[in-house]
């Protein structure tokens, strides 16, 4: 633990943490705000899944591009044009009655919108330690991220749940601008500049790597929305116990984080702790009630953060600098694109097949990602004597004041 607290002692760390964490919120708790709002307003887990797979689209092209559009027209620019026309979708979707087709447009307009935070923050971590810190903070991101996936669907729920689906929509946009002029006025975002690749749009993803990181990063975080679907199903719209054991689960991913995050990192090492989330989630596809789920969703838990932080680190250590923007546009997109898939094939199976239907997708998902990792580990680099930061670049990279 004594390396986190290192780390939250140097300048700027604890502050540009924070401030990406609140802007990053909401897309934890807008892929669920959807599927109950929509599930709501139109009486069909099915027409909500129609609605997510649009939003899901628009994450998908714009994730990389909005990235690489960082790099020609500087972070700051890019995020705040993103977070405003995201906001002003998002709203539209909770306050504007529509069409089911009315509903797609927006939701692919919120996506092609959303700001590309998670990409620059990743860009801006090696220029703000030294390689040795580096491997630790990843750690502490993915840990602190899981508040994210897994804190965010909780907030989302308890609001959707016991106020209004419409609030629940409209706290997320109150987080994504707050959380958004915080990230863009730090001192951070606009010192760092990041050089112009070489490479062609989409060469990046060519690298073992980076596409290992994006597929596994949307087959987990696909795993985890429909498990957030179901335990939702499984306690129904006005129960808190859904929520309660959402927060269970977020406490023991961030425990597992914490603790086992800063392990340091073999060509196995993502196999593995796909393994304990697998047999969690495994565990939990019985349902049994409150405290089986919870206990299931704990363990299962223990194996997330420290899986996500593997993906964040393999990603920085194999890319160079003037790649990683787009490189983690590509890993965010696939972990938005899970997000929002994971609800949809969850809710279209909770409709069919009640809440069993879920867990089965959740699970078939976790293990097809740890199929993926056991036959991906031949490409994962060795970091157990080596850093984590980027690959030299071939001219230097100019950092200047803000």
């Known amino acids: 633990m004594s390396s986190y607290g290192e780390l939250l002692r140097t300048p700027g760390v604890s502050r540009i943490m924070a401030a990406q964490l609140t802007a990053r919120f909401p897309s934890g708790m807008l892929s669920l705000g959807l599927l109950l709002h929509i599930e709501q307003t139109t009486g069909s887990y099915g027409a909500a899944g129609l609605v997510l797979a649009a939003l899901s689209v628009g994450q998908a092209i714009s994730g990389p591009t909005t990235s690489r559009l960082m790099v020609a027209l500087g972070l700051r620019r890019v995020l705040l044009a993103t977070t405003i026309a995201c906001s002003i979708a998002v709203s539209t979707l909770a306050l504007v009655q529509m069409s089911i087709p009315g509903f797609m447009a927006v939701a692919f307009l919120a996506g ?3 700001p590309p ?5 990743r860009t801006i971590y090696p220029k703000m330690v030294n390689s040795r810190q580096l491997t630790p903070l ?3 991101d993915a840990a602190l991220q899981e508040l994210i996936w897994v804190g965010g669907p909780v907030l989302v729920t308890f609001v959707s749940t016991q106020v209004s689906t419409v609030l629940g929509i409209l706290l997320s946009v109150a987080l994504l601008i707050f959380g958004g002029i915080w990230f863009i006025s730090s001192p951070e975002v606009g010192r760092v500049r990041i ?51 959402l927060a269970i ?40 009630g409150f405290w089986w789920l919870a206990i299931a969703l704990t363990v299962s838990g223990l194996g997330l953060a420290p899986a996500l932080a593997v993906i964040s680190t393999i990603t920085s250590a194999t890319v160079k600098f003037s790649d990683t923007a787009e490189a983690y546009g590509w890993v965010g ?3 938005l694109i899970g997000a929002a898939l994971g609800s ?3 809710g279209i199976l909770i409709d ?49 004041p803000s």
């Open 117 to 121: 935070v998670s990409s620059a923050v």
């Open 344 to 346: 949809a094939a969850a």
């Open 249 to 288: 689960w977020s406490i023991g991913s961030l425990a597992g984080g914490l603790l086992f995050g800063h392990v340091p990192i073999g060509p196995w090492a993502l196999a593995r702790r796909l393994l304990i989330v697998t047999v969690g989630l495994a565990a939990a596809a019985f349902a049994m």
């Open 195 to 245: 050089p112009r690749s070489k490479r062609r749009f989409g060469v990046v993803l060519a690298r073992p790597t980076v596409l290992l990181a994006t597929v596994i990063g949307f087959l987990v975080i696909g795993s985890c929305a429909a498990i957030e679907a179901s335990v939702v199903a499984t306690f129904g719209h006005g129960d808190p116990a859904a929520g309660i054991v």
């Open 138 to 140: 990843f750690s502490l």
């Open 333 to 335: 997109t696939g972990q």
């Open 112 to 114: 092609l919108s959303f």
């Open 352 to 400: 069919a097949n009640g809440p069993t239907g879920g867990f089965i997708i959740a699970v078939v998902l976790s293990a097809v990602g740890l199929g993926v990792a056991a036959i991906g580990s031949r490409w994962s680099p060795d970091l157990r004597n080596r850093d984590a930061g980027p690959l030299p670049e071939t001219a230097p990279v100019p950092v200047q």
